[in-house]
Nanobody, 129 residues
Framework: QVQLVESGGGSVQAGGSLRLSCVAS???????IGWFRQAPGKEREGVAT????????NYADSVKGRFTISQDNAKNTVYLQMFSLQPEDTAMYYC???????????????????????WGQGTQVTVSS
């Protein structure tokens, strides 16, 4: 059982930055923590993931180089640092937890929302031009 609480959303101008936080509680051993976003009329998109145990990360191409996912294990918190925000980044952002998956060679974290079992309530990010 994992509980997740997000915070840090807000409204910024294009080019600005925000840092989102996700505080996790409960059993997180061998779990992935992912950030997802969903804009009106669009499918939910996996933004970035991190392995809770190994710290391995992966990113959607649309945010690579602009967003950084990180964790502070002592605080049971995962962050999404977002730089150079653009209007197309506007969405509700969610953090979620899933078990790591075996891809045939290594354990890894998926960006597919269907594999995530636990979800926070979301935090809104709005970027104006």
């Amino acid at each position: 059982q994992v509980q997740l609480v997000e915070s840090g959303g807000g409204s910024v101008q294009a080019g600005g930055s925000l840092r989102l936080s996700c505080v996790a509680s409960g059993y997180t051993f061998s779990y992935c923590i992912g950030w997802f976003r969903q804009a009106p009329g669009k499918e939910r998109e996996g933004v970035a993931t991190i392995g809770f145990d190994d710290g391995d990360t992966n990113y959607a191409d649309s945010v690579k180089g602009r967003f950084t996912i990180s964790q502070d294990n002592a605080k049971n918190t995962v962050y999404l640092q977002m730089f150079s925000l653009q209007p197309e980044d506007t969405a509700m952002y969610y953090c979620a937890a899933a078990k790591q998956v075996w891809d045939g060679s290594v354990w890894s974290c998926s960006r597919s929302s269907y594999l995530y079992d636990y979800w926070g309530q979301g935090t809104q990010v709005t970027v104006s031009s």
